[in-house]
Structures are given as structure tokens and as C-alpha cells.
């Protein structure tokens, strides 16, 4: 389930805290932004996985599944603080690696432990 934001990744934050909002509990709970796009018509979700029983509809949320295929992964530790290099490790794939660019970058979070960047590859 996600919110979208209609100001691309700039917006990712304020899109979390209206998906985090619409939630009964954020314990234990997978949490992902979806990036469509390049800068500057980029869009972003905030997303987090639905639970059994949940009716994202009933609060408000639309959901979508995060398509299958090869990704080339990094991990970054501790993202809290190294937000500003978030953005540097996704050209970093990208650049070297053949870019998918018909399926979302994915950024999952685990915890403020650490932030697994999927940029799809070909």
C-alpha cells in the first residue's frame, strides 16, 4: 500500500508521514519508496507492505505490487545519517550497471539499521 507524492522524491518525506499516519502500528512493519522515473519528472511512493486482514482501501491507501526481476543491490548503513548519499549510490548503480528503466528503484528500509538501494537491471 502507498501514498504517492506529486513532488517526486523531494516529497518522500511528507509522503511517509501521511502513509505512516493512516496505520494502526508501525512495529515490525516493511517499509520501501518506489522511485518511477528520472529527476526532475520523478515520482515517488511511500510504501509499506500490506498485512493479512488489512483493507488498505478502507483507510485511504492504493496498492500495487513492486515488480519481480534482476536488481543490483547496495546496503547503506546507518541511512539516517548518510541521507545526502542516497541519491549518489542510485547514479552510482545506475551508471554502472544496464539500467532497467521500465521498473521502479526500490529503497527498503530496515529500520534506522540499514536501507537496501535495488536499482533494475536488464
Known amino acids: 500500500m502507498y501514498v504517492a507524492s506529486d ?6 518525506e511528507e ?15 516493511k517499509f520501501y519508496g518506489l522511485i518511477f522515473g528520472t529527476p526532475p519528472e520523478e515520482t515517488y511512493w511511500a510504501c509499506a507492505a500490506v498485512r493479512d486482514g488489512e483493507q488498505p ?10 515488480p519481480g526481476g534482476r536488481y543490483a543491490i547496495r546496503r547503506i548503513h546507518d541511512w539516517e545519517h ?10 552510482d548503480i545506475i551508471s554502472s550497471h544496464p539500467f532497467d528503466p521500465s521498473r521502479p528503484c526500490v529503497e527498503f528500509y530496515h529500520g534506522t539499521n540499514y536501507l537496501v538501494v535495488r536499482v533494475p537491471v536488464q
Open 82 to 91: 548518510h541521507i545526502e548519499s542516497i541519491g549518489n549510490v542510485f547514479r
Open 57 to 66: 482501501e478502507a483507510i485511504g491507501l492504493k496498492t500495487d505490487i513492486i
Open 15 to 29: 509522503a511517509f508521514t501521511k502513509l505512516e499516519s493512516r496505520l494502526q502500528s508501525l512495529k515490525a512493519r
Open 7 to 12: 513532488k517526486g522524491i523531494s516529497g518522500s
